[in-house]
C-alpha cells in the first residue's frame, strides 16, 4: 500500500506544484551557468545538443522521478528502499537516494557561494560601483570580491540562512509561500532585460551565436562538449538526486505528471534561452568574451550596466532576480535531506533544517577558499569549487537519472506506472516507456563512458 499523502506535507493547489517545481529548476543553472558552459562550447551546436538533451532524456527522467516520489511518499532513499521492497527488488536500490543527499551537499555547498556573489552584486549595482566602469575596471571589481575570502565567506553566509529560513517552516508555508511571488516577479524581470538587451544590444549577433549550429565550434574534446550539456540538461531541470522526486511526494495523486513536466521543462528552457538572450547581445555588443568561463555574467554585464541609463537600477534588479532565482533553487536542494532527517532520526523541521544547512555552510568554506587562499591545490586540474560542480553536474546527477530511469522502465511494473501517469496505455504512455527503458539509460552511458575515455578500448571513443 502507498500512503495518498506525505507526512512533511502536501502542495495546497497544482499551481503551487508547478511554481515550486520550476522555480527548483529555474536558477543559477539558466542564468549564469547556461550562458558561460555555451559560451565555453562555442554557442549553437552546444545548445542544440543541450535541447536534444532536454526533450529526449530530461523529460521522461523528469516523468520517471515525480511518479516515483508521488508513489513513495517519502524522502528519496525511504521511498526507493519502500518501492523497491514492495517489487521484491534489492535495498541496494536506497543508495539512489543515498547519492542524492551527497550531490545535495556538494551542489548546495557551491551553489551557495555562486548566489552569495549575486548578493554582493545587487549591492554593488545599487551602490553606483558600475557606473562608467570599463573591462579592466569589472574584471578587478569581481578578482576583489573572489580573493576576499571574509567576503565571500559572510555572503554565503546569508544565502544559506535565507535557505534554512524558508526549509525550517515547512512545505506548505515555508516552500510555497516563498516561490507563489518570487517566481511570477523573477519572469517580469527577466523580460525586462531580454528587452533592454533587444534595443541596446547587438540581438542578431547573440541569435546566430545561440541557435546557428556549427558544430566545428564545439572544440577538440566533442565528447566532453556533449557530456557538458548532457550534465547541464540534468543540473537546469534539477534531475537525477531527488529534489524532483520529494516535491514529486506532495503532489496530489490526481495531478497530470505529463502535463506538469512538460510546463516545467518548458519553462525551464525559456529561461535559459532568454537569459542568452538577455546576456550575448551585450556581449556581443562591447566586443567581449563568450567563452570566459564562470565570471560571464559578472564580468561583462556591469560594463553593460555601468553604460545604460539607469543602470544602477537595472542592474541591481537583474542581479536580485538572480537572487531570487538562486534561492528557490536552493530550498529544493535542502529538502530531500531535511526530509530525510524528520523521517528517520525523528528531528523537528527547523532542527533538521539548522543541521543540514550549517553541514553544507562548512563545505561551502571549502569552495569559497579555493577561489583565492586554497587556489594552489587542484585535483584533476581543478579547485574544490569546479570539482564539485564538475562532479555533480557531469558524473552523479547523469548516474542518479540511469538509476531513476532504470528503476522507472523495468523494477517498477508496468502497470504501476501506467496508473501513475494516468495518460492511458496509448501511444504516449509506450513512447514514455520506451525512451525510460532504452533510449535514456543508454544514451546517458554512452555520453558519460565515452567522455571517461572509457570506449576507446571498443574503438568507438
Ligand atoms: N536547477 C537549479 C538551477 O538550474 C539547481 C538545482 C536545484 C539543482 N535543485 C537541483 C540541480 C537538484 C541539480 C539537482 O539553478
Not at 3 to 16: D, K, N, V
Not at 62 to 87: C, D, F, K, V, Y
Request: some cysteine; glycine content about 14%.
Amino acid at each position: 500500500m502507498s500512503a495518498t499523502t506525505s507526512i512533511h506535507g502536501m502542495w495546497s493547489t497544482r499551481l503551487a506544484f508547478i511554481l515550486a517545481a520550476a522555480g527548483s529548476a529555474v536558477g543559477l543553472g539558466n542564468i549564469w551557468r547556461f550562458p558561460y558552459t555555451a559560451g565555453e562550447y562555442g554557442g549553437g551546436a552546444f545548445v542544440l545538443v543541450y535541447l536534444l538533451c532536454v526533450a529526449a532524456i530530461g523529460i521522461p527522467i523528469m516523468m520517471a522521478e515525480i511518479l516515483i516520489g508521488r508513489r513513495g511518499r517519502q524522502s528519496p532513499i525511504n521511498t526507493m528502499s519502500s518501492l523497491a521492497r514492495q517489487e521484491g527488488k534489492s535495498q541496494a536500490w536506497s543508495l539512489l537516494g543515498w547519492m542524492g543527499i551527497v550531490s545535495a551537499f556538494l551542489i548546495l555547498s557551491f551553489y551557495s557561494v555562486i548566489a552569495g556573489w549575486t548578493l554582493a552584486y545587487v549591492v554593488r549595482a545599487a551602490g553606483g560601483a558600475f557606473s562608467g566602469i570599463d573591462a579592466a575596471g569589472s574584471v578587478a571589481l569581481f578578482g576583489g570580491l573572489t580573493g576576499d575570502a571574509e567576503r565571500l565567506l559572510a555572503w554565503h553566509t546569508i544565502f544559506m540562512v535565507l535557505a534554512v529560513l524558508v526549509v525550517a517552516r515547512g512545505v506548505s508555508s515555508g516552500l510555497e509561500q516563498a516561490v507563489r511571488w518570487m517566481m511570477p516577479a523573477l519572469f517580469i524581470l527577466l523580460l525586462i532585460m531580454v528587452g533592454y538587451a533587444a534595443q541596446a544590444g547587438d540581438v542578431g549577433a547573440a541569435a546566430r551565436y545561440l541557435f546557428a549550429p556549427d558544430f566545428g565550434r564545439l572544440g577538440d574534446h566533442v565528447g566532453e562538449a556533449i557530456l557538458s550539456a548532457m550534465g547541464q540538461a540534468f543540473f537546469s531541470l534539477s534531475l537525477g538526486m531527488g529534489a524532483i522526486m520529494i516535491y514529486g511526494s506532495y503532489l496530489k495523486s490526481d495531478a497530470s505528471i505529463l502535463q506538469n513536466t512538460v510546463i516545467i521543462a518548458f519553462l525551464d528552457t525559456a529561461v535559459a534561452l532568454l537569459a542568452g538572450l538577455a546576456i550575448f547581445p551585450i556581449v556581443f555588443s562591447h566586443g567581449l568574451e563568450p567563452g570566459s568561463g564562470p565570471g560571464l555574467i559578472f564580468v561583462t554585464l556591469p560594463i553593460a550596466f555601468g553604460e545604460m541609463p539607469g543602470g544602477s537600477f537595472f542592474g541591481a534588479l537583474f542581479f536580485l532576480l538572480l537572487v531570487v532565482a538562486a534561492w528557490t533553487s536552493g530550498i529544493s536542494l535542502l529538502e530531500p535531506v531535511v526530509a530525510w532527517l524528520v523521517e528517520n532520526r525523528g528531528f523537528s523541521r527547523v532542527r533538521a533544517s539548522v543541521l543540514a544547512g550549517a553541514a553544507v555552510w562548512l563545505l561551502g568554506i571549502a569552495c569559497l577558499l579555493s577561489l583565492n587562499q586554497w587556489s594552489g591545490y587542484t585535483l584533476f586540474g581543478k579547485g574544490v569549487l569546479d570539482l564539485f560542480d564538475y562532479l555533480t553536474a557531469n558524473v552523479l546527477l547523469p548516474l542518479g537519472g540511469i538509476l531513476i530511469a532504470v528503476f522507472a522502465g523495468w523494477v517498477l511494473p508496468r502497470r504501476a506506472t501506467e496508473d501513475e501517469l494516468g495518460m492511458g496505455g496509448g501511444m504516449g504512455f509506450r513512447l514514455w516507456r520506451f525512451l525510460v527503458r532504452y533510449v535514456s539509460p543508454v544514451a546517458v552511458a554512452l555520453v558519460l563512458l565515452n567522455a571517461l575515455g572509457l570506449l576507446r578500448g571498443f574503438g568507438l571513443g
